[in-house]
């Protein structure tokens, strides 16, 4: 199952989403590290990791698909 981790540096959030959910663009924009921007991981445990080492205050996860 792959899900998505959504940063936006500029608000201080992550969202953890799942590869279906209507959030997730078609076509993710480049991501940057230091900007933010989308990134895949191919299972929940890495995800999960690269939430919490993103080191933004709030990290949630999506209230649509709740992964
Ligand atoms: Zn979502």
Redesign the pocket.
Known sequence: MIL?VHIRRSLGEA????ER????PSTPTRSDFWEGGWFEYPDKETALEALEQSGVARQMK??????
């Open positions: 998505w969202v953890l989403h799942r959910c209507i959030e997730v999506c209230q649509l698909c709740k992964p």
